[in-house]
């Protein structure tokens, strides 16, 4: 029997990630051995003194409802954080806390963006801005990252970009999947277009507290650009906390009644021993998170010369994230020809560049988030499978 669904589920898309994470689970279940690169997560646990936090707030009694934007003291703690981060004066009542940071971007595109109304998003770049831009009737607008430009954007093709109908900017910093990292003169011109225009910018900056050079810089500390801008960030990448979906929003004030009423219809509020553990994690030790971003480094570098040794791979070196983005054009292969290769011969699942847009083509996606060994032997893997493919 054939059932009928809403047509607007044909606009909606999905997170090839998880896609890809199903059927490597299924080689292994069939007795292969496979490396996993797809998938956008630490490796490493969450710090002990976080998750002994959770324990005592389940003992505490912390098992029921929470405000729908989140426990007080939790929202004091990030506005202090983003306060001193960011270079900003946040106010509590600014906060939205969240189960993930993909709500924010949810919440975001559904108050702002009409049927119509156009949204600048970078390309290749996190595959769910263009879903929920295109799911809610908007025109999702390209910007393209290009490896010429160290997969930043470019500043006249961005201005080329706005128009009178574009409502919201996205910006993403490190950026997933590139691992680029915006200059101050990037966010100068999106700064300068939303003033000019009166737009939205989403700064997406998750991967804020994972930056290998440099300083970390977001557009909201840029003149004019507080009470336009939303920036999304959370605990998922930082503290290694993925499964306990913990992400958080800061709202300019005129937009947190409706985020509040967006919440409430949605999901109600965020488990509140999770709360309290993510209280935890933003006032304890920071070492955890230290360790891990050297490690990651340690990694990168290793990853990034290797991939530089294999025939018909060159790879940039990413400032942030966690992610390699190898350019495989001189392979001859389209990027998910050579993903569905890698993981179906070599037992190596990574990403297709074209899982993050248009752009994307021509690129795979790697997570250095799995041990050095690993990245070794699915290098290993990749320069064989290539090698046999060119005789």
Known sequence: MAHRVAARMEQIGTETAFEVLVRARALEAQGRDVIHLE???PDFDTPSHIIRAAQQALEEGYTHYSPALGLPELRA?????????????????????????????????????????????????????????????????????????QFRFDPDEFRSLVSDRTRLVILNSPANPTGGVLELADLQSVAEAARERDLVVLSDEIYGRILYEGQFRSIASLEGMPERTIILDGFSKTYAMTGWRLGYGIFPEWLVPHIDRLIVNSVSCTAAFAQRAALTALQGPQDAVAAMVAEFKRRRDFVVARLNQIAGVSCLCPHGAFYAFPNIQSTGLPSKHL??????????????????GAYGEGYLRLSYANSLENLARACDRIEATLARLAR
Not at 339 to 356: I, K, N, W, Y
């Open 39 to 41: 998938i956008g997560e």
């Open 77 to 149: 703690a990030i506005a202090q954080e983003v306060s001193a981060t960011r270079g900003i004066s946040v106010d509590p009542r600014q906060v939205a806390v969240t189960p993930g940071g993909k709500p924010i971007m949810f919440y975001s595109l559904l108050a702002l963006v009409e049927p119509g109304d156009e949204v600048i998003y970078p390309n290749p770049g996190f595959p769910i801005y263009e879903s929920m831009i295109t799911f809610l009737g908007g025109t999702p607008v390209p910007l393209p990252l290009r490896e010429a430009n």
């Open 339 to 356: 993903a569905d290769l890698l993981l179906q011969e070599a037992g190596v699942a990574t990403l297709s560049g074209t899982a993050f």
